[in-house]
């Protein structure tokens, strides 16, 4: 049983990571290089409405995350695999300490209107530099993830057709 909660447990961390690190790529790869043409007029509908929904959403996600990942470093406590789980943890504690410092506040200057499209680009260019901060730290947590699962379970033997 206690098997089956930590495989449940460590999965949810894992998909939480999954979604964010996607959430972070997709912006950085197919929204970043036209959000430099938003204009004043087009903040509410192109930055306000998705920066206000992905904040509420990953409200609820992050704090689900931390406590999956302290309990995956807890169980993993004896082995090495808890470096993992740690560098999993410094990814999630990094992009939350950027996100609550940095991008909050930029959201929140931008949601309470700018008078100049000028001030609109340099405040879209900082929140996409502090995006850029958490896109490398959920890159990292993800990259962690994933190996603890290949050599958690063992996967490249699996693969290659050898005995666990």
Do not use: C
């Amino acid at each position: 049983m206690k098997a089956l909660v930590l495989a449940l447990n460590h999965s949810v961390l894992f998909f939480g990571t999954t979604l964010y690190v996607g959430v972070l790529w997709a912006m950085r790869f197919f929204w970043y290089p036209s959000w430099d043409l938003i204009k004043l007029a087009d903040v509410p509908v192109h930055f306000i409405g998705p920066t206000s929904r992905a904040t509420a959403f990953f409200t609820v996600v992050v704090p689900i995350m931390l406590v999956t990942n302290l309990v995956m470093i807890i169980s993993e406590r004896k082995s090495p695999m808890v470096i993992l789980a740690i560098v999993a943890i410094l990814g999630i504690g990094g992009s939350t300490f950027v996100g609550q410092l940095y991008i909050i506040p930029v959201n929140h200057l931008i949601g309470a209107g700018l008078a100049t499209q000028d001030e609109l680009h340099d405040k879209l260019g900082a929140w996409m530099s502090y995006n850029t901060i958490r896109f490398w730290l959920m890159t990292m947590m993800w990259l962690a993830m994933i190996s603890y699962f290949v050599l958690r379970g063992r996967l490249l033997s699996v693969l290659s057709g050898q005995q666990q």
